[in-house]
Nanobody, 124 residues
Framework: VDFVESGGGSAQAGGSLRLSCRAS????????LGWLRKAPGEDYEGITY????????YYSDSVKGRFAIANGNDKKTVILQMDNLKPEDTAVYYC??????????????????WGQGIQVTVSS
């Protein structure tokens, strides 16, 4: 699976940014596509995904209510709208892909495939 990631950049606290990811090479019907991040000095964090089978979504507590994930033109494209950004959102954001294992999804690092990452910087 390969990824084309775009978006990100810099914003002030309270502002918004958008990330996009287009995945290719997916040949299964049930998978998770979403985002993980790595902040300086912190562990990797799986923050959100959308499941292809039923469009169900997952959000970590750290982003719930502020971030929203959705498919783009198809299930292999995801868009992450990040609102009410905080300085602690500063991180490298990775688009990720996970297979479904006996119907279960696991969204923690490392996932099955991930992109090169995009820097997001939020200033106070």
């Amino acid at each position: 699976v390969d990824f084309v990631e775009s978006g990100g950049g810099s914003a002030q606290a309270g502002g918004s940014l958008r990330l996009s990811c287009r995945a290719s090479g997916i040949i299964v019907d049930d998978f998770a596509l979403g985002w993980l991040r790595k902040a300086p000095g912190e562990d990797y964090e799986g923050i959100t995904y959308i499941r292809s089978r039923d469009n169900s979504t997952y959000y970590s507590d750290s982003v719930k209510g502020r971030f929203a994930i959705a498919n783009g033109n198809d299930k292999k494209t995801v868009i992450l709208q990040m609102d009410n950004l905080k300085p602690e959102d500063t991180a490298v954001y990775y688009c990720g892909f996970s297979y479904s294992y006996s119907g279960h999804l696991f969204w923690s690092w490392p996932v099955d495939y991930w992109g090169q990452g995009i820097q997001v910087t939020v200033s106070s």
